[in-house]
């Protein structure tokens, strides 16, 4: 089987290159991931451009951590579940915080409503019980929430699986696999 590695710089598009130039200025490198999903300018430009529109929506960044976990967990992908802990201890989850997410539960009522059904919708392919939905509505979210919710799942299931084709080595401190 053909073994993908991380391309450095020189060996991707113009386009891929002027994105990881942004990328190192923004995060002082480019995670692994990234440069990766790079061998395709379109690729790499289509998913920042998403996630970025994403982020601008409904979600707080640390529920938006929270969704990366819960889905990262589901997905089995040691990348994003090291480089989304990474981050959500960054914005003030404590450790055990974090593996609480892993297992599907939040302490706070409104992000657990969004934990278990971001977690159902990436177990069940977009699948979810009525009953997480009608929580996430009663916890305050809208329409337009569960619309970003899906978003924000998609993105990063399409990590997930990039992590899962490639197998490239995590440049972040990796977290252990749940017991």
Do not use: W
């Not at 699986?161 to 490639?166: C, N, R, V």
């Amino acid at each position: 089987m053909k073994k993908i590695t991380v391309p450095t710089r020189e060996q991707v598009s113009t386009g891929s290159q002027e994105i990881f130039d942004l990328l190192q200025k923004r995060l002082g490198k480019v995670p692994n991931l990234y440069a990766t999903i790079g061998y395709s300018a379109n690729a790499l430009k289509g998913f920042l451009e998403f996630e970025k529109t994403l982020n601008g929506g409904v979600f707080h960044p640390k529920e938006r951590e929270a969704i990366s976990l819960a889905v990262s967990e589901v997905n089995a992908c040691t990348y994003c579940l090291s480089a989304h802990t990474m981050a959500a201890l960054k914005l003030g989850y404590t450790q055990d915080e974090t593996i609480a997410i892993r297992k599907g539960t939040a302490g706070d009522a409104k992000l657990d409503a969004v934990v278990k059904l971001a977690q159902a919708i990436a177990t069940n392919k977009g699948h979810a019980a009525p009953e997480l939905i009608e929580v996430f509505f009663a916890a305050g979210y809208k329409e337009d929430g569960l619309m970003e919710l899906m978003g924000l799942v998609v993105v990063r299931t399409f990590t997930n699986y990039a992590y899962a084709l490639t197998d490239v080595p995590v440049d972040f401190p990796v977290v252990e696999p749940l017991s």
